[in-house]
């Protein structure tokens, strides 16, 4: 078969719904988009432990703490499923952790906000465990295998992450004035970053309509983006906060909101790596690795042991 045949029939499993994998054959493209998207899922996973981990000495009650752990534990799990689903396109663990060590991959924009309260560690939960659910929710449809069905796992986590983040919140709310405000507050912050977390609207989204035609994304990043807006709002009017959005309006007869304009200027500068923590992350994420080299090393030794 000539790779124009091979293309159609590709092609034809994936408009049949069939999902890819390892082993078949598959475009160039469709594996380099696959490896770049995955990898990129992954260093934001095992990013996005940074923030709250700085949090877990100052988690306020015992429960707290623990939820905490649990969640970043899980986000660690994460990380794994998807460094594996990577690797079965066949590439080193080596290489994906290289290029997000050397600034080469990108990870979520979102991870490079600080954390100024304990509301944070609430909003970091409800809004960007909200929209990561959202988007991974749609990426269990996706055509390829590995991902797909580490999907159905890493959703499970994120609903509990997701509630997690909102009972946070909704306490705060319930709690003093000053509380309440740092949830405001946290709200006021995290609002704008997590819209943009989806990416860069249709028309300036340069993987999407190949990956939207091969199902590797399931949605746009624009149709994603408005499921998340309209299922987070009216949680914040539960709980008496305001979305920091003048132009956000409730339109009934499609029960969708309309929302004003998001700041892509800030977003590309982030992802550009001039975001406020984008030197730390990589900083600490570097330490870290360098710290782990001597369990990688005894790893290694104890399968060569176990190879003879
Ligand atoms: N951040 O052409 P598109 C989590 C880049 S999981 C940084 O639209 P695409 C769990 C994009 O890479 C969160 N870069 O790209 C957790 C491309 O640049 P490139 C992560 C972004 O891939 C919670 C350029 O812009 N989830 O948080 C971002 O078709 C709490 C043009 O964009 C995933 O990764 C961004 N936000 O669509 C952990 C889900 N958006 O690569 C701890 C899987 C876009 O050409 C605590 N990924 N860019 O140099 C996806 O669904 C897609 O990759 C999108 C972007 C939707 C993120």
Redesign the pocket.
Known sequence: MDDKARLEEFEARINAGEKIEPKDWMPEEYRKNLI??IS??AH??IV??LP?GNWLTRAPSLRRKLVLLAKIQD?AG?GLYLYNAAETLGISREELLDNLHTGKA?????FNYPTHTWADIGA?GWL??GA?MV??VS?MRTSYGPYARAMVRICKEEAF?NRQGYELIAELCAGTPEQKQMAQDALNRWWGPSL?????DDKH????EQ?LRWKI?AES?ESLRQKFINMTVPQAEARGLTIPDPELVFHPETKTYSYGPINWDEFFNV?KGNGFLNKQRLKTRNEAHDRGHWVRQAAEAYAQKHKQ
């Open positions: 770049r998207m990129q899922h934001s996973e996005g432990m709250e986000e994460h990108k990870y979520s924009s979102i970091i960007v465990d990561a988007n991974q990426l992450h943009q977390m989806f990416g860069p989204s340069v993987h999407s990956s994304k990043n992802i």
